[in-house]
T-cell receptor, first 117, second 115 residues
């Protein structure tokens, strides 16, 4: 069985602060894919990143960076110099290679990020 | 611009009514999914389909059924709506195969209230 845990339910920061969203996963598969999605107040989920289990390289995209560590089963997401537009719910998700659900995403419960001016 | 559209953003129904939620994608994707989103529970898979007329149960199929008569359209049906089905419903689509595991494309969601 797969499980994704996002322990932080809500985070509130002031603009320009750095913030890290935690994601811990469980799976018996040796090959799997990890994702982050953003859900702004409008409701539509927006894809941010995908990582496969063989690629532990960290990734940076502008103010966003991701730290993937297989040793701790974590895939954390950091926003540097946060902005009000970053306010959203962020979901971490997992797809195991041997998926029996058509490669449906197994989501964490989400972390609600509020960035205030 | 790729798109997944859902027939309604907001829907209010009464207990016992039959409810249809429609989802259409224009990307010729094989896979389509219905998720339900509830506060504190994240998104949970209700049903998915990997081909026309094919359907498989997800994690929480009870009280729901689906229909996929055409590749681009995936309908979620609540045979007899109940108040505990008040929720946000999200449709998604994706292509098949490992190479396509870049992303699922999501619709804007339908917020269903059952009174």
């Amino acid at each position: 069985a797969q499980k994704v845990t996002q322990a932080q339910t809500e985070i509130s920061v002031v603009e320009k602060e750095d913030v890290t969203l935690d994601c811990v996963y469980e799976t018996r598969d040796t090959t799997y894919y990890l994702f982050w999605y953003k859900q702004p107040p409008s409701g539509e989920l927006v894809f941010l990143i995908r990582r496969n289990s063989f690629d532990e390289q960290n990734e940076i995209s502008g103010r966003y960076s991701w730290n993937f560590q297989k040793s701790t089963s974590s895939f954390n997401f950091t926003i540097t110099a946060s902005q009000v537009v970053d306010s959203a719910v962020y979901f971490c998700a997992l797809i195991p290679l041997n998926s029996n659900s058509g490669y449906a995403l197994n989501f964490g419960k989400g972390t609600s990020l509020l960035v205030t001016p | 611009d790729v798109k997944v559209t859902q027939s309604s953003r907001y829907l209010v129904k009464r207990t016992g009514e039959k409810v249809f939620l429609e989802c259409v994608q224009d990307m010729d994707h094989e896979n389509m999914f219905w998720y339900r989103q509830d506060p504190g529970l994240g998104l949970r898979l209700i049903y998915f389909s990997y081909d026309v007329k094919m359907k498989e149960k997800g994690d929480i199929p009870e009280g729901y059924s689906v229909s996929r008569e055409k590749k681009e359209r995936f309908s979620l049906i609540l045979e007899s709506a109940s108040t505990n089905q008040t929720s946000m419903y999200l449709c998604a689509s994706s292509t098949i195969g490992l190479a396509s595991l870049n992303e699922q494309f999501f619709g804007p969601g339908t917020r269903l209230t059952v009174l």
